[in-house]
């Protein structure tokens, strides 16, 4: 990477579960880093039927949705509503009102926002911890 390159704005925590995601989201997310996290999400779904997730939002700019096709979000919508069974959404903003409709129609899918000072209990609450790489 030269650099001047953008860093991408999604980076992968590893976790004590291996049907736990967890992710980074840094800045503004432009579609590639969409197009990233929808194929690393994509990849957990191959692995296991149900997944938990937690999302840390790190000085985060919004998202460029305009360069994402509509299939992409088609696609990740139906494979998160057949995969995703809990969602832990840690920072702000608390994007989980506006994700909602992402899970319809499942009603079971579980969504929680917790501060970044609450961090500890989001983990708790997803069943997970974070681990440190080799």
Not at 14 to 22: G, H, I, K, L, V
Not at 87 to 105: D, L, M, Y
Request: proline fraction near 6%.
């Amino acid at each position: 990477m030269h650099s001047l390159d953008r860093v991408p704005a999604v980076r992968q925590i590893p976790t004590d579960r291996p049907d736990c995601s967890a992710f980074d989201i840094f800045g503004e997310v432009t579609s590639a880093d969409v197009e990233n996290l929808f194929g690393l999400l994509e990849a957990a779904y191959a692995l296991h039927d149900q997944v938990d997730l937690l999302v840390r939002m790190v000085d985060h700019d919004g998202v460029d949705w305009s360069d994402v096709s509509s299939e992409t979000i088609s696609e990740g919508k139906r494979l998160a509503q057949a995969h995703v069974r809990r969602c832990a959404a840690v920072g702000e903003p608390n994007w989980i009102p506006s994700v909602t409709g992402f899970f319809t129609p499942r009603p079971d899918v579980e969504l929680k926002h917790f501060s970044s000072e609450d961090e500890a209990e989001a983990w708790a609450w997803i069943g997970a911890q974070p681990v440190e790489e080799a």
